[in-house]
């Protein structure tokens, strides 16, 4: 398992953007995929978006659109541009690693919280 650390969580009005980045503590080159989870209180995690290893994104309904993942396998990071952001975006975010296909997200990291303000 990779070890794995967000940052850039943070207070911001309707309408605004934040950057979230996920430092991985190993390669992330031959992980199946990437993806950014979010959970608010009372409520599942959700899967926001996911990238593999080939650069195929997905993203949940709510954020398309809007919000745009992105990986740098040289550095071992991964990325969430968000924008034009809404309160209903509001909950902690995790980042988290699939090793392979057929696996399951198995790694993820302490999470960074996201608040939006109306």
């Known amino acids: 398992q990779v070890h794995l650390v967000e940052s850039g969580g943070g207070l911001v009005q309707a309408g605004g953007s934040l950057r979230l980045t996920c430092a991985a503590s190993?390669?992330?080159?031959?992980?199946?995929?990437m993806g950014w989870h979010r959970q608010v209180p009372g409520k599942q995690r959700e899967l926001v978006a996911t990238?593999?290893?080939?650069?195929?994104?997905n993203y949940a309904d709510s954020v398309k659109g809007r919000f745009t993942i992105s990986r740098d396998n040289a550095k071992d990071m991964v990325y969430l541009q968000m924008n034009s952001l809404k309160p209903e975006d509001t909950g902690v975010y995790y980042c988290?690693?699939?090793?392979?296909?057929?696996?399951?997200?198995?790694?993820w990291g302490q999470g960074t919280q996201v608040t939006v303000s109306s």
């Open positions: 190993g390669s992330i080159f031959t992980i199946y995929a």
């Open positions: 988290s690693a699939m090793p392979t296909r057929l696996s399951s997200y198995n790694s």
């Open positions: 990238i593999t290893s080939g650069g195929s994104t």
